[in-house]
C-alpha cells in the first residue's frame, strides 16, 4: 500500500469543517472530492463505513487533532455520487462503494484489456481478473469484487460480455 | 454443434462450454489461493523453528519441520493438480476453437454445394464443347490468313533483299567517296579509322531499317 501525500489541505483545521459559506464551501468539497477519490486509489480501497469513519486517516488527522463530522462525509460521499464515483451499498447510507473510475471507465479498462490479451470470447473468474497473474500489471488488480462486478454490468449493458452465475460460481465472458 | 453457435445469438450467450469452464477456472482458483495458505504458513514456521533453535527447543523444532516437510510435499501435490486443472481448461477452450472450425468448413461446404447446384455437368460440357469447336474454327481461320500471308513473304522477301543490296552498294559507292571531302579539313593520320567507323555504322543502321 503506497503511502497517500497529502494535500495542504489536509494540514488546514478549517478543511474539516463544513463551511457555511456556499461558494468556499463548494470548493471545500471539491477538494474532498478528489481527495477521497486519492486516497481509495492509492489504498484500493472501495468501502466508505460512515460509522466507522475516524478509524481512517483519511477523516481523522491525528496531527492536528481534526476529524470530519459523519454528516460532512455524507455530503461529499452524496456529491461524488452525482458524479457516479459512489453509490450506496445500503438504503441507510451508511456503506458506501467508492470509485475513483467511473463504473464505464472500468468496464472499458477491463474490455481493453481482455481485447489486448484475446481473452474476447473466453471466460474468466472473478478472481483471474483481480488477482490473477496475468492482470497484476493491470489498473484493476485488487479491486473490490463488488465494483467489478458493478463495472461488468456496464459491459453486460453494451453487450461486450455476459456474467455468469451459477451455485457459487461467478464469472464473466468477453465478446 | 449447430445448437451450440444458434443458442449464441440468443439473449444468453453463455453455453454449457463456458460454464464448465468456468467451473474448472473456479477450482483453479481455490487451489491457487490454498497454495498462497500453505505457502504463508511455511514461512511463518520456519521462522518459528528458527525461533525454537535459538531457545534451545529442538525437539519442537524438528516437530515444526517435519509440519513443513508434509506442507511441502502437499503443495507439490497441489501443484500437479493445478496443472492437470489448467490443461482441462486449455483443452475445453481448444475444443470450442476446433468446433468453430468446423462450423466453418459446413459453411463453406453449403455455400459450395449451392454454387455447385446452380451449375449442371451437361451444362458445362455443352458450353466447353462449344468453346472448343470455336477455338477450332478461330485456329483454321487464323491458319488460312498466315499460310496465305507466308507465301506472299517469301517471294517479296527475296526480291525486296536482292533489291536492297544493290541499294546498300550503291549508297555505300556514293557516300565512300563523299566522305573525305568531309573529313579533309581535321588532320591526315584520323581520316582512315573514322572512314572504317561511318561504314560499318551503315551497315548496321540499314538492315534494321529494312526490317522495319
Redesign the interface.
Known sequence: MAEIEWPWQYSFPPFFTLQPHADTRAKQIAAWKSLVLEYYRITKQAVVDVREIHTNSLFNNTSINRKLPSEAVLVILEELGKSGNASPLDKTKQRWLVYWHTLEEWGDIIYNWAQENGFIG????F??LT??EDTSEQEFHGLDTEVLIRSLKTLEAAKKA?I?S?DD???V?F? | MGIFFAKKKQP???TEQ??A???V??TR?KI??YQKKIEQSLEKERLLAKELLKNGREDRALLLLRKKKYQEQVLTRADGQLENLERMVHDL?FAQVEMKVVDGLKTGNTALKQLHALLSIDEIEKVMDETREGIEKQREIDEILTSTFAVEEEIDESEIEAELDALTEADINEKAPEIPKDVLLPDVPKELPEEEKSRTKEKIQEPIAVMA
Open positions: 473466453s471466460v474468466c473468474t478472481f483471474e488477482q490473477g455476459e455468469i451459477f460460481n461467478q464469472g465472458k465478446f | 444468453s450467450r453463455v463456458d460454464k469452464i468456468l467451473q477456472k473456479q482458483d491457487k489461493q477452450e
